[in-house]
T-cell receptor, first 115, second 115 residues
Framework: DAGVIQSPRHEVTEMGQEVTLRCKPI?????LFWYRQTMMRGLELLIY????????DSGMPEDRFSAKMPNASFSTLKIQPSEPRDSAVYFC?????????????FGPGTRLTVT | SQELEQSPQSLIVQEGKNLTINCTSS?????LYWYKQKYGEGLIFLMM?????EEKSHEKITAKLDEKKQQSSLHITASQPSHAGIYLC???????????????FGKGTKLSVIP
């Protein structure tokens, strides 16, 4: 299996621009998670989906962030408009299901820099 | 909310030395995960502990969950340069939706191994 695939791996954009991050979970996994990692705050859960349905988006910083999962093999995280404080590494992870004691498999991350 | 404190924040050891990383929770741990992250890469699952007093080993890495289930330690024996990276502990907590669980993470311990 190819594992969790994320694109792009690096993104540099100017403040105010729209940014779209993409994720392909492991085939057969029903749950997908978006995380953000910064030096100050560590690894934070933004949102997660189960069977393509958003379950908990309480970690999404504000309305500028949105996430979709149109099908079982694809998800996007969009930031519009982007701001310098959004600079971070964004990880996507998937697991068999969102239930007790299920290992999450992480993608390589997208390093976002907003200037 | 579940707070996970990791210590030390960073660690530099000579190759061949043993070391221990700790993860302390403010609440009882029902599932404790250890992940390793190399720079520019995603998280790699190491081990999961569930029961108080449980101990697991993989190659030269041993993880324990104490009897009270509020602290876990990760011990590396005879460290090698390949052990270098950031070690994160993660704990299960119930999300805002009943019956659904998610991981919260500590901020990580950065390990450097000097040849």
């Amino acid at each position: 299996d190819a594992g969790v695939i994320q694109s792009p791996r690096h993104e540099v954009t100017e403040m105010g621009q729209e940014v779209t991050l993409r994720c392909k979970p492991i085939s057969g996994h029903n749950s997908l998670f978006w995380y953000r990692q910064t030096m100050m705050r560590g690894l934070e859960l933004l949102i997660y989906f189960n069977n393509n349905v958003p379950i908990d988006d309480s970690g999404m910083p504000e309305d500028r962030f949105s996430a979709k999962m149109p099908n079982a093999s694809f998800s996007t995280l969009k930031i519009q408009p982007s701001e310098p404080r959004d600079s971070a590494v964004y990880f996507c992870a998937s697991s068999l299901e969102v239930s007790y004691l299920n290992e999450q498999y992480f993608g390589p991350g997208t390093r976002l820099t907003v200037t | 909310s579940q707070e996970l404190e990791q210590s030390p924040q960073s660690l530099i050891v000579q190759e061949g030395k043993n070391l221990t990383i700790n993860c302390t929770s403010s609440k009882t741990l029902y599932g404790l995960y250890w992940y390793k992250q190399k720079y520019g890469e995603g998280l790699i699952f190491l081990m999961m502990l569930q029961k108080g007093g449980e101990e697991k080993s993989h190659e030269k890495i041993t993880a324990k969950l104490d009897e009270k289930k509020q602290q876990s330690s990760l011990h590396i024996t005879a460290s090698q340069p390949s052990h270098a990276g950031i070690y994160l502990c993660g704990a299960e907590r119930e999300s805002s939706r009943a019956g659904s669980y998610q991981l919260t993470f500590g901020k990580g311990t950065k390990l450097s191994v000097i040849p």
